[in-house]
Nanobody
Framework: VQLQASGGGLVQAGGSLRLSCAASGSIVRFNYMGWYRQAPGNQREFVATKISGRNPNYADSVKGRFAISRDNAKNTMYLQMDSLKPEDTAVYYC?????????WGQGTLVTVSS
């Protein structure tokens, strides 16, 4: 399956963005979905993950501000990002798989200005 992330852009601090990750095929078979990010000069880090039937997991830095979700009918997963901060600036990547990140999308850049 191929994943296409979109929805990134430039936003002021305190603003919101919704990232989308569209799959080339059905994602019903994948019980795992995740969002990760990589800021300039940093390693890729976990942002949010969810396994079907379980509560989502969020990095402490985004807890209460970000929400991960999926729409199987549209073969798409989402990351709603509210109350954005400059430190959220990064390239965001989506992933799906069986209990882990088996397939990755290309990144979408999010820039938060202060």
């Amino acid at each position: 399956v191929q994943l296409q992330a979109s929805g990134g852009g430039l936003v002021q601090a305190g603003g919101s963005l919704r990232l989308s990750c569209a799959a080339s095929g059905s994602i019903v078979r994948f019980n795992y979905m995740g969002w990760y990010r990589q800021a300039p000069g940093n390693q890729r880090e976990f942002v949010a993950t969810k396994i079907s039937g379980r509560n989502p997991n969020y990095a402490d830095s985004v807890k209460g501000r970000f929400a991960i979700s999926r729409d199987n009918a549209k073969n798409t997963m989402y990351l709603q990002m509210d109350s954005l901060k400059p430190e959220d600036t990064a390239v965001y990547y989506c992933a799906v798989g069986s209990y882990r990140s088996d397939y990755w999308g290309q990144g979408t850049l999010v820039t938060v200005s202060s």
